[in-house]
């Protein structure tokens, strides 16, 4: 471990930090490319509109974010006398990204046909959810406190795995020749140890090796990468220096819509309430203790004022942390990709990177962090508690095969309810399963690996605890509902109020000094 004297200044930029700043600022970079992708061709929004308001305000949102998690890590360093302290990664939620758009925005421009509305509409849903983060910063650190490790990294590795490691893995599959050769770069370099020349960061390596093979191949006309000369050409329009402007009327404006904004931005208030925790407990199982008040706290500060300069996307503290301090990041890497961003967002930079770099060849650090926050949920928990983090995977897979069917039908111009749920299950699809377990299921791969956990340690009253929490979770949903209502699937919450009921009255009969005593591997012995 790297340690500074108590005097000294903890240094606030190390070589690793290049490492960290190319891996984490590509990975800022792809959903900037993603989330402007999604404002301009989903939602039709105008370029003004985009380049003008909305990414500078993501930039200033981001700017905030990145550097008070540099000062916080700075703080941490300086208190502990150690020099290996890395900062908590953050950025626009990638769910929340995708929620916001198909979920909020588009019905609303469906609705009214105006784009604007649309942008209103996004940015009421933020503010609530900045309101809900900002209160729920002070229960958290109880919640941490009550749950079990296995579940909190359980579900966290469940959503890293679906959610942020399958799409850059199969769009890696589908251009093989920038993106596994890209992978191969990385694993060398940041699993590998392999040092490039001049000591050049392995992202940095890929990204180069990735444009080369790209453009390269649009020169010679291969298709490979999908780059093109034209639409690189035409990105150069867009540049051009735009700061943010307060847009509080557009912010109230939306709330005509608060019906439909409601729906969805309580649960995924709540969702934004664990994955923080996850990710706060995360950076403490690699040596880095944060308190989870601030975090929670600081995303609701910064989301609110990035919505009230015209941003329509929350932020959050990034799965990743053991990551990013594993291939050598501490504090600079998360200021400068800060700083980065806001040149990128101010100057309009982000419509020429759009076209100017293969995403494909930054697809593979997206599944390297995947790979690292999976190994986590295991490696920093007991062993014998591994099936329950099993189990918190199970939700995620869940919710992931339903997001593609649903895409895939609907790019077909049908749903599974006009299909057919009998004729779906003849095919092996049980629709309706996948519907109600992924629903909420962040908060179900919290629960589920929770009562595991405390079953294994025969600490049943406490699993009752986790069950009966379940049970009204469920039955006003926030798990396993697609709303929050009253009585949103009763069958659930009954089966889980009999769990806790038959776990709390085992309780009462079986002592707790009678949990067995586990062998190194894990097992108990044979009774």
Same mark, same amino acid.
């Given at each position: 471990?790297?340690?500074?004297?108590?005097? *000294?200044?903890? *240094?606030?930029? +190390?070589?690793?930090?290049?490492?960290?700043?190319?891996?984490?600022?590509?990975? &800022?970079?792809?959903?900037?490319?993603?989330? +402007?992708?999604?404002?301009?061709?989903?939602?039709?929004?105008?370029?003004?509109?985009?380049?003008?308001?909305?990414?500078?305000?993501?930039?200033?949102?981001?700017?905030?974010?990145?550097?008070?998690?540099?000062?916080?890590?700075?703080?941490?360093?300086?208190?502990?006398?150690?020099?290996?302290?890395?900062?908590?990664?953050?950025?626009?939620?990638?769910?929340?990204?995708?929620?916001?758009?198909?979920?909020?925005?588009?019905?609303?421009?469906?609705?009214?046909?105006?784009?604007?509305? *649309?942008? =209103?509409?996004?940015?009421?849903?933020?503010?609530?959810?900045?309101?809900?983060?900002?209160?729920?910063?002070?229960?958290?650190?109880?919640?941490?406190?009550?749950?079990?490790?296995?579940?909190?990294?359980?579900?966290?590795?469940?959503v890293s795995i679906t959610f942020i490691s399958m799409r850059p893995a199969l769009?890696?599959?589908?251009?093989?020749?920038?993106?596994?050769?890209?992978?191969?770069?990385?694993?060398?370099?940041?699993?590998?140890?392999?040092?490039?020349?001049?000591?050049? $960061?392995?992202?940095?390596?890929?990204?180069?090796?990735?444009? &080369?093979?790209?453009?390269?191949?649009?020169?010679?006309?291969?298709?490979?990468?999908?780059?093109?000369?034209?639409?690189?050409?035409?990105?150069?329009?867009?540049?051009?220096?735009?700061?943010? &402007?307060?847009?509080?009327?557009?912010?109230?404006?939306?709330?005509?819509?608060?019906?439909?904004?409601?729906?969805?931005?309580?649960?995924?208030?709540?969702?934004?309430?664990? =994955?923080?925790?996850?990710?706060?407990?995360?950076?403490?199982?690699?040596?880095?203790?944060?308190?989870?008040?601030?975090?929670?706290?600081?995303?609701?500060?910064?989301?609110?004022?990035?919505?009230?300069?015209?941003?329509?996307?929350?932020?959050?503290?990034?799965?990743?942390?053991?990551?990013?301090?594993?291939?050598?990041?501490?504090?600079?890497?998360?200021?400068?990709?800060?700083?980065?961003?806001?040149?990128?967002?101010?100057?309009? &930079?982000?419509?020429?990177?759009?076209?100017?770099?293969? !995403?494909?060849?930054?697809?593979?650090?997206?599944?390297?962090?995947?790979?690292?926050?999976?190994?986590?949920?295991?490696? =920093?928990?007991?062993?014998?508690?591994?099936?329950?983090?099993?189990?918190?995977?199970?939700?995620?897979?869940?919710?992931? *095969?339903?997001?593609?069917?649903?895409?895939?039908?609907?790019?077909?111009?049908?749903?599974?309810?006009?299909?057919?749920?009998?004729?779906?299950?003849?095919?092996?699809?049980?629709?309706?399963?996948?519907?109600?377990?992924?629903?909420?299921?962040?908060?179900?791969?919290?629960?589920?690996?929770?009562?595991?956990?405390? !079953?294994?340690?025969?600490?049943?009253?406490?699993?009752?605890?986790?069950?009966?929490?379940?049970?009204?979770?469920?039955?006003?949903?926030?798990?396993?509902?697609?709303?929050?209502?009253?009585?949103?699937?009763?069958?659930?919450?009954?089966?889980?109020?009999?769990?806790?009921?038959?776990?709390?009255?085992?309780?009462?009969?079986?002592?707790?000094?009678?949990?067995?005593?586990?062998?190194?591997?894990?097992?108990? $012995?044979?009774?």
């Amino acid at each position: 471990m790297s340690t500074t004297t108590g005097e *000294a200044r903890p *240094a606030l930029w +190390t070589p690793g930090d290049w490492n960290a700043f190319f891996g984490f600022g590509t990975n &800022i970079l792809v959903n900037l490319i993603v989330l +402007t992708g999604l404002l301009r061709f989903v939602l039709q929004m105008p370029g003004e509109l985009v380049f003008g308001r909305i990414l500078p305000a993501l930039g200033l949102m981001l700017f905030l974010s990145t550097g008070y998690y540099a000062w916080l890590a700075y703080r941490l360093a300086k208190q502990t006398g150690r020099g290996d302290v890395c900062a908590l990664p953050s950025g626009v939620s990638v769910p929340h990204m995708f929620i916001v758009t198909f979920v909020i925005m588009l019905p609303i421009l469906g609705r009214t046909g105006d784009p604007v509305k *649309a942008w =209103e509409a996004g940015l009421t849903w933020v503010f609530i959810q900045s309101i809900i983060l900002m209160i729920g910063g002070f229960v958290a650190p109880y919640i941490r406190r009550i749950t079990p490790r296995a579940a909190l990294l359980g579900t966290l590795a469940g959503v890293s795995i679906t959610f942020i490691s399958m799409r850059p893995a199969l769009e890696m599959y589908m251009t093989p020749v920038i993106g596994v050769l890209c992978f191969a770069i990385i694993l060398g370099g940041w699993f590998g140890g392999i040092r490039y020349p001049r000591g050049l $960061p392995a992202g940095l390596i890929a990204i180069i090796a990735g444009c &080369i093979i790209g453009w390269g191949s649009a020169l010679l006309d291969l298709g490979i990468g999908n780059m093109s000369l034209a639409r690189l050409g035409a990105s150069f329009a867009n540049l051009g220096f735009s700061v943010p &402007i307060p847009a509080f009327d557009h912010v109230f404006g939306g709330f005509e819509f608060l019906g439909i904004i409601l729906v969805t931005a309580i649960p995924f208030g709540i969702y934004d309430l664990v =994955e923080a925790m996850d990710n706060v407990e995360s950076a403490e199982a690699a040596g880095d203790v944060y308190p989870t008040t601030r975090v929670l706290t600081a995303d609701g500060v910064v989301s609110m004022v990035g919505c009230l300069m015209g941003n329509p996307f929350i932020n959050a503290v990034y799965i990743g942390h053991p990551g990013w301090k594993a291939m050598g990041g501490r504090i600079g890497y998360s200021a400068a990709t800060g700083v980065a961003v806001l040149v990128l967002t101010w100057l309009g &930079i982000a419509s020429v990177l759009l076209d100017l770099v293969p !995403v494909v060849a930054i697809a593979p650090i997206l599944l390297y962090i995947g790979m690292l926050i999976g190994a986590q949920a295991f490696q =920093e928990s007991p062993r014998h508690h591994a099936p329950a983090i099993a189990l918190a995977f199970v939700p995620h897979l869940a919710a992931w *095969a339903k997001t593609l069917i649903d895409g895939a039908l609907g790019a077909a111009g049908t749903s599974a309810a006009a299909v057919g749920y009998d004729k779906l299950a003849q095919m092996g699809v049980l629709y309706p399963g996948l519907a109600k377990l992924g629903e909420g299921a962040i908060l179900t791969g919290l629960v589920l690996p929770a009562i595991a956990v405390f !079953v294994i340690e025969r600490e049943f009253a406490k699993a009752a605890g986790f069950a009966a929490a379940g049970a009204v979770l469920t039955f006003f949903g926030f798990m396993h509902g697609e709303a929050v209502g009253f009585a949103v699937t009763p069958g659930i919450a009954f089966a889980y109020a009999v769990v806790a009921a038959g776990l709390f009255s085992h309780a009462r009969m079986v002592p707790q000094q009678d949990a067995p005593v586990r062998l190194a591997t894990g097992h108990a $012995p044979a009774e």
